[in-house]
């Protein structure tokens, strides 16, 4: 059974920084790596939208509004695909789900990312 778990969301002042994981459970190496995945986040009263993508080759993409700021990256060995973020803003409270391209319909808990002002 694949399962996604996200983590590493918190409480953090304007300007700072975190690391969210998203470790995926029960996927075959040849599955997480021939795949793209994908962060994605939901604010209160908002539609859930895509913040960042990796793909099977390493390269990324980002939505405007995290680009130069958030920085995806994975780590095959491990299975876990991971979003720094950095000089935080209030607008970026949110919680925040990861997906795996193979698996669209399987979703984690999400981890709750904070920015206080």
């Known amino acids: 059974q694949v399962q996604l778990v996200e983590s590493g969301g918190g409480l953090v002042q304007a300007g700072g920084s975190l690391r969210l994981s998203c470790k995926i459970h029960?996927?075959?190496?040849?599955?997480?790596?021939?795949?793209?995945a994908d962060w994605y986040r939901q604010a209160p009263g908002k539609q859930r939208e895509l913040v960042a993508t990796i793909e099977s080759d390493g390269r990324t993409n980002y939505d405007d509004s995290v680009r130069g700021r958030f920085a995806i990256s994975r780590d095959n060995t491990r299975r876990t695909v991971y979003l720094q973020m950095n000089n935080l803003k209030p607008e970026d409270t949110a919680l925040y789900y990861c997906n795996h391209r193979f698996y669209r319909n399987r979703w984690g808990q999400g981890t709750q990312v904070t920015v206080s002002s």
């Open positions: 029960g996927i075959i190496l040849s599955v997480f790596t021939g795949d793209a």
